[in-house]
């Protein structure tokens, strides 16, 4: 798919919604390496506003393999147009139907987002417009079968009864989940990320920790991002 649209419907992501539909249409689309750098690449998504029932529309979700030292690959986001929610959680290493930590990351137009080594996502547009993002992430193969087995995150953000506020539903799948807490990223100025500065224009030298997260695991937190 390098440099190519990939589109996913809501037939594609049946396995991971809340509620089956009976319509298919466009979700969202990506189109993978937009730009490249030495071992990782720029996409660019784009979520369509419009409810999957009463669901928020969303991305698939997956996690992401270890690299050669045993830390997994971390992921990081900007929202070019719009705003996305991030649910992004951590799953027990010899169960992933047990959770050891999920959030909300609630981001805003420039601000950029860190998917921390060992967290799953999925992104979510919680706006009646499209949601446009950007990514820089190492070159690999994403593990979308662990979200597809357990039908997807392990809470679905549903639009409430009075079409006022969000519900969040903990998926029955799941033998453990934790309350869900929400955040705001942070600015991390020793990487280079600065709401100023456009994720497609960082340096090789400030994405290194995409490729090489054991050399910074101390501002690969869920403190620290």
């Known amino acids: 798919m390098s440099g190519k649209y990939s589109k996913r419907t809501t037939k594609e992501l049946s396995p991971v919604l809340f509620e089956p539909l009976q319509e298919n249409r466009i979700v969202y689309e990506v189109k993978r390496g937009v730009a490249k750098e030495k071992n990782i690449r720029y996409d660019e998504t784009t979520i369509f506003p419009g409810l999957l029932k009463r669901a928020l529309p969303k991305t698939f979700g997956h996690y992401h393999p270890k ?5 997994y690959y971390p992921e990081i986001y900007a929202v070019l147009e719009g ?3 991030y649910l992004i959680q951590r799953p027990n ?4 139907r047990i959770i050891e930590e999920v959030y909300l990351v609630e981001t805003k137009k ?4 860190i998917m921390p ?6 992104s979510i547009n919680p706006e009646n ?7 820089w992430i190492g070159i690999f193969e994403y593990d979308y079968q662990t979200y597809e087995n357990l039908r997807g995150g392990c809470y679905y953000l549903l639009e409430s009864k009075n079409g006022q506020t969000v519900d969040f539903e903990k998926n029955s799948y799941y033998e453990k989940i934790p309350e869900l807490r929400k955040l705001r990223p942070k600015e991390i100025p020793e990487l280079g990320l600065t709401w ?16 090489k997260p ?3 695991l101390e501002i690969l937190t869920i403190e620290r991002c």
Request: net charge positive; charged share 35%.
């Open 67 to 71: 690299n050669p030292s045993g830390v």
């Open 83 to 85: 705003r996305a929610w």
């Open 93 to 96: 290493e010899k169960n992933p």
């Open 110 to 113: 420039d601000e950029k987002t």
């Open 117 to 122: 080594p060992g967290f799953g996502h999925v």
């Open 129 to 135: 417009e499209k949601l446009k993002m950007a990514n």
């Open 196 to 211: 100023k500065t456009p994720l497609r224009d960082l340096k090789p030298q400030n994405l290194e920790f995409l490729i």
């Open 214 to 216: 054991e050399k910074y």
